[in-house]
């Protein structure tokens, strides 16, 4: 029986006929190259241009392929963690003319096999600004005596009297200081709205204060507008530090708090009544990353007086060595590297010292920790003072229209040599501009400048040890003088590790 049962199994397997569709179509990865991670453009003026480069063993006429942009629900100045997503293009190849409003998006380029459904995607970021939005802006005393701005783009463009050009007029008056704002408060001219947004601050020596928006240069403050209660005071600086916004004068320090959620409906940028009665103040302020707040020099009252990071203000002292006061009298105050600032006094008998003050990452309150002799030389008779702010533990100073540094540790004054530099020209401004955010660019350069008959130039070098080396990265001339140079990243944030604006030289 069972080799009968066993005959008839093979006979009914043998008469079954598979009719089944055993062709099957492969499954390929689809790969997207050649879409870089990221692209900087100016609304109205440039065009997005990407080609991607599909790898894949499917055939062409099966792909499809769409780009896909996601845009915050709020204005280009709030911020937002909702989106819309809009399909903008529906071929391989994109070229668009950007006329998006300023601000950051997503892009994503998809593709896709029609016949067995498989996609993939890449995304990529587009930075759309204008042409104020980002670079270096060069801080400059005009023929006439009065202040304006050039814009020196990453691409090389010198855009200059930007003051003049957008508002009619320089401001009155020759420089004194030009500060970044990252996300300051105001008041949106076409909406009403309470927003934030990057800002450029300017003072100059006639009083005069403005403060513009930076994507298209819209005067959102002057020296009125810019408190509840306008004080009758000597502006000297403005600065983004740790967590705000800072504005420095004889009335003392004035802080905006922009710390934790930016939400447009805080404040309407306007400053209060500085938080303390600590007043006074001077053109020498620097800082450190580690102190999260300025140190400055009032010379109303010969004190040094710390700003932490919720804006309060209060006298520096000190059980160990003596602080400066009446004596006294500041000449420069500069940052190196994220624990030190140093000060340079001169005493009514006319002897220097080099003040060092140290303060641990979030330990509390500044302290000196030294104070240096500092013999009669080139460098206490200086004109230009800076800092090198993270690799060199110098200060670069000019005397007698050369370049010098003072050796810190060593308490010797050497001088620097500058390739390319003309000899027949005045220096008007030297700096190490170190910048250092989580996005491009980032970089640590020696800047210097040179005025004559009428015009600059301005040179941007790499280092080694401090020093420049080789071929200038970034050079420009145009018509006027220089004053300070600051650099603008509308992607920046108001909490970062570059803390612009460190040091400065009188």
């Given at each position: 029986?069972?080799?009968?049962?066993?005959?008839?199994?093979?006979?009914?397997?043998?008469?079954?006929?598979?009719?089944?569709?055993?062709?099957?179509?492969?499954?390929?990865?689809i790969?997207?190259?050649?879409?870089?991670?990221?692209?900087?453009?100016?609304?109205?003026?440039?065009?997005?241009?990407?080609?991607?480069?599909?790898?894949?063993?499917?055939?062409?006429?099966?792909?499809?392929?769409?780009?896909?942009?996601?845009?915050?629900?709020?204005?280009?100045n709030?911020?937002?963690?909702k989106?819309?997503?809009?399909?903008?293009?529906?071929?391989?190849?994109?070229a668009?003319?950007?006329?998006?409003?300023?601000?950051?998006?997503?892009?994503?380029?998809?593709?896709?096999?029609?016949?067995?459904?498989?996609?993939?995607?890449?995304?990529t970021?587009?930075?759309?600004?204008?042409?104020?939005n980002?670079?270096?802006?060069?801080?400059?005393?005009?023929?006439?005596?009065n202040?304006?701005?050039?814009?020196?783009?990453?691409?090389?463009?010198?855009?200059?009297?930007?003051?003049?050009?957008?508002?009619?007029?320089?401001?009155?008056?020759?420089?004194?200081n030009?500060?970044?704002l990252?996300?300051?408060?105001?008041?949106?001219?076409?909406?009403?709205?309470?927003?934030?947004?990057?800002?450029?601050?300017?003072?100059t020596?006639?009083?005069?204060?403005?403060v513009?928006?930076?994507?298209?240069?819209?005067?959102?403050?002057?020296?009125?507008?810019?408190?509840?209660?306008?004080?009758?005071?000597?502006p000297?600086?403005?600065?983004?530090?740790?967590?705000?916004?800072?504005?420095?004068?004889?009335?003392?320090?004035?802080?905006?708090?922009?710390a934790?959620?930016?939400?447009?409906?805080?404040?309407?940028?306007?400053?209060?009544?500085p938080?303390?009665?600590?007043?006074?103040?001077?053109?020498?302020?620097?800082?450190?990353?580690?102190?999260?707040?300025?140190?400055?020099?009032?010379?109303t009252?010969?004190?040094?007086?710390?700003?932490?990071?919720?804006?309060?203000?209060?006298?520096?002292?000190?059980?160990?060595?003596?602080?400066?006061?009446?004596?006294?009298?500041?000449?420069?105050?500069?940052?190196?590297?994220?624990?030190?600032?140093?000060?340079?006094?001169?005493?009514?008998?006319?002897n220097?010292?080099?003040?060092?003050?140290?303060?641990?990452?979030m330990?509390?309150?500044?302290?000196?920790?030294?104070?240096?002799?500092?013999?009669?030389?080139?460098?206490?008779?200086?004109?230009?003072?800076?800092?090198?702010?993270?690799?060199?533990?110098?200060?670069?100073?000019?005397?007698?229209?050369k370049?010098?540094?003072?050796?810190?540790?060593?308490?010797?004054?050497?001088?620097?040599?500058?390739?390319?530099?003309?000899?027949?020209?005045?220096?008007?401004?030297?700096?190490?501009?170190?910048?250092?955010?989580?996005?491009?660019?980032?970089?640590?350069?020696?800047?210097?400048?040179?005025?004559?008959?009428?015009?600059?130039?301005?040179?941007?070098?790499?280092?080694?040890?401090?020093?420049?080396?080789?071929?200038?990265?970034?050079?420009?001339?145009?018509?006027?003088?220089?004053?300070?140079?600051?650099?603008?990243?509308?992607?920046?944030?108001y909490?970062n590790?570059?803390?612009?604006?460190r040091?400065?030289?009188?």
């Open positions: 029986m069972k080799k009968i049962l066993i005959l008839c199994l093979a006979a009914l397997a043998a008469c079954y006929e598979d009719k089944g569709n055993y062709t099957y179509a492969p499954v390929s990865d790969v997207i190259e050649n879409v870089l991670p990221n692209y900087i453009l100016v609304t109205g003026v440039d065009t997005l241009r990407v080609a991607p480069k599909i790898v894949t063993s499917y055939p062409e006429a099966d792909l499809e392929y769409w780009w896909v942009i996601a845009r915050s629900t709020g204005s280009a709030v911020v937002s963690d989106f819309t997503y809009d399909t903008i293009h529906r071929q391989r190849d994109i668009l003319p950007i006329a998006e409003a300023p601000g950051n998006y997503t892009l994503y380029c998809h593709a896709k096999n029609r016949v067995n459904a498989y996609q993939t995607f890449v995304k970021t587009l930075e759309v600004g204008t042409l104020y980002r670079g270096h802006y060069i801080l400059k005393e005009t023929a006439d005596g202040t304006d701005l050039d814009l020196l783009t990453e691409d090389g463009l010198l855009v200059p009297d930007v003051i003049n050009t957008t508002q009619g007029a320089p401001l009155p008056g020759a420089p004194r030009l500060g970044i990252y996300s300051k408060f105001l008041v949106d001219p076409d909406t009403r709205e309470k927003v934030h947004g990057h800002c450029l601050g300017v003072i020596c006639d009083k005069e204060v403005a513009y928006r930076a994507f298209d240069m819209y005067r959102a403050f002057d020296h009125r507008s810019l408190f509840y209660e306008e004080p009758d005071d000597i000297y600086k403005f600065n983004s530090s740790a967590y705000g916004c800072d504005y420095l004068s004889s009335a003392g320090a004035y802080h905006e708090h922009v934790g959620i930016l939400t447009a409906g805080s404040t309407a940028g306007k400053y209060a009544l938080k303390t009665n600590v007043t006074g103040g001077s053109d020498c302020w620097a800082y450190s990353a580690n102190m999260w707040g300025p140190l400055y020099w009032d010379e009252h010969h004190r040094l007086v710390y700003v932490n990071p919720n804006g309060l203000a209060y006298e520096l002292t000190s059980n160990d060595f003596p602080m400066p006061g009446p004596t006294r009298e500041c000449l420069f105050l500069g940052a190196y590297g994220l624990d030190y600032i140093y000060g340079l006094f001169r005493d009514d008998a006319g220097y010292s080099l003040y060092s003050v140290y303060i641990q990452y330990r509390g309150s500044p302290v000196v920790r030294d104070i240096q002799p500092v013999a009669p030389g080139r460098f206490t008779a200086a004109t230009l003072r800076a800092t090198n702010e993270r690799t060199a533990n110098i200060i670069y100073f000019v005397h007698d229209n370049l010098y540094y003072y050796d810190v540790a060593n308490a010797v004054e050497r001088e620097a040599s500058v390739p390319g530099l003309p000899d027949d020209e005045v220096i008007t401004h030297v700096a190490n501009r170190h910048f250092n955010y989580d996005s491009a660019p980032a970089f640590d350069y020696f800047s210097i400048a040179t005025y004559k008959n009428g015009h600059y130039k301005l040179f941007a070098y790499n280092m080694i040890g401090g020093l420049p080396t080789g071929a200038p990265v970034i050079s420009a001339s145009g018509v006027g003088r220089v004053k300070e140079v600051k650099y603008l990243a509308p992607n920046a944030a909490m590790n570059f803390f612009p604006g040091n400065y030289s009188r």
